[in-house]
């Protein structure tokens, strides 16, 4: 996966992050990554895109949501839980 740098230095090209969430801007910093991007290479090598990440590379990037979020019933006891 090679980024596409013509347009990085474009202000225009920035607009749509004045309005943009957090989820945006973490996935703009993360395709720059020099290692997310090997992982990438290396999973696509593999024809592994479409399937559960590794757990290393799971922990390396954070939280990966496989399904929708569904409630288990439970009430947590503390706020931070």
């Known amino acids: 996966m090679r ?4 347009r990085w230095r474009i ?6 992050m004045d309005e943009a969430g957090v989820d945006h801007l ?3 910093c993360l ?4 290692d997310y991007q090997q992982d990438y290479r290396d ?6 895109l479409g399937k ?3 757990e290393t590379m799971e922990s390396r990037w ?3 949501f496989r399904g929708p979020a569904t409630s288990d019933g439970r009430r947590p006891t ?3 839980e």
């Open 52 to 54: 559960p990440l590794p």
């Open 26 to 28: 973490a996935w703009e």
């Open 43 to 48: 999973l696509r090598r593999a024809d592994r």
């Open 62 to 64: 954070g939280l990966r």
């Open 31 to 34: 395709r720059r990554n020099g």
């Open 3 to 6: 980024p596409d740098t013509s």
């Open 78 to 80: 503390d706020l931070l």
């Open 11 to 16: 202000e225009s090209a920035y607009r749509f």
